[in-house]
């Protein structure tokens, strides 16, 4: 079976926000956007990698939340999604939001116009690249060793690799907020049926969980 390059858990508002703008190191989705609203389903779930107390919802919303790392042998982030510097790195010591024990526990392939030496936390190594979307996906590939991979975001990495034709799955979460100004995955999920399949599944939670795979 090919690698899939899928996009996983990817939240967004009722109206297709997913961050908002002028992000800093106290708000990481930038202003106007809670993450703690947007990714209530996710917490709420025993299989949540930062819950700290037993417990948690089982059924639907766990499903997703547990299968987030199920056969992922890379990652690709753009770089607002790694941390908020802009421009030359000013800051080597600074290693990103995700700090000693990161989430990705893969090689992960960090866009940026900016070299950096790649570093590793744990078992999550992070290389810093400049390419086209099909050469860091290549890249990305070989360091996954026959598994997917997976696009992490944000919002303009996700829709750079859309537009380029290299996403094979998505799973887009659509959770019961309205937010204000943002960046926006899309105007309406019925966009992208002219190249994807798409199923819409309801969760008691109150998110959608939308699928899309290829045509």
Not at 59 to 85: C, T, V
Not at 149 to 176: N, Q, S, W, Y
Request: zero cysteines; charged letters at 20%.
């Amino acid at each position: 079976m090919d690698q899939l390059l899928r996009v996983q858990n990817f939240t967004v508002s009722r109206n297709g926000v997913a961050a908002g703008e002028d992000q800093s190191l106290e708000r990481p989705f930038g202003h106007d956007v809670d993450p703690g609203r947007l990714f209530a389903w996710a917490g709420a779930t025993a299989s949540w990698p930062n819950r700290t107390e037993p417990g948690g919802t089982r059924g639907l919303d766990d499903y997703f939340a547990r299968d987030f790392s199920h056969n992922i042998g890379a990652e690709i982030m753009g770089r607002n999604k790694f941390g908020p510097q802009r421009g030359p790195w000013q800051d080597h010591e600074w290693q990103g939001w995700w700090g000693d024990e990161p989430p990705f526990r893969t090689p992960v392939f960090v866009l940026t116009h900016h070299a950096r030496p790649s570093f590793t936390l744990s078992d999550t190594t992070f290389h810093f690249v400049d390419g086209e979307p099909a050469t860091v996906l290549a890249q990305a590939r070989e360091a996954a060793q026959g598994k997917d991979v997976r696009l992490g975001g944000g919002v303009t990495t996700v829709r750079e690799f859309l537009d380029a034709g290299l996403v094979d799955t998505l799973h887009v979460v659509v959770a019961p907020v309205t937010l204000g100004s943002g960046l926006r995955l899309w105007d309406s999920p019925e966009h992208l049926l002219d190249r994807y399949h798409m199923e819409v599944v309801p969760s008691p939670s109150g998110v959608t969980h939308h699928l899309f795979w290829r045509r």
